[in-house]
């Protein structure tokens, strides 16, 4: 993996997740991001329970920290431009615990979220384009 590149690790399984993921691909201009399947055999890893990755994305940072959920977004926010201002939020006291909170609603009703709609298999050729896509 090249030196700097963080993994984003998601539910390829479900359609509000893919969508959110292509919505990354699109805003990560500088490639800071290597997006990673669920189902992939780079998805494994400490700390990578299966359990634990049908609960909450995960970013494994390029220097081998394993951050979830909304520590997750807030982490890779900051290093897209265009939500930068809005991950910067997090930092405020107390944010990071709400955020926490509305995350887990939101990974608890996510197939919900997408009318229900869960991707095939391994998500499908069209899930999250561009050349970083890993099945």
Not at 62 to 69: N, P, T, Y
């Amino acid at each position: 993996m090249r030196s700097g590149v963080h993994r984003v690790i998601y539910d390829d399984g479900c359609a509000f997740c893919a969508r959110q993921m292509r919505r990354l691909r699109r805003w990560d201009w500088l490639g800071r991001f290597r997006l990673v399947p669920r189902s992939s055999p780079e998805a494994r890893g400490p700390g990578l329970s299966p359990e634990a990755l049908d609960r909450a994305i995960h970013c494994v940072t390029a220097d081998g920290r394993v951050l979830r959920g909304a520590r997750a977004l807030r982490f890779v926010g900051l290093r897209l431009p265009l939500t930068a201002p809005l991950a910067a939020w997090l930092w405020l006291p107390g944010t990071l615990a709400l955020a926490e909170r509305a995350y887990a609603w939101v990974s608890r009703h996510r197939h919900a979220l997408s009318g229900g709609a869960r991707t095939p298999g391994n998500c499908g050729a069209d899930c999250v384009p561009g050349p970083n896509r890993t099945v």
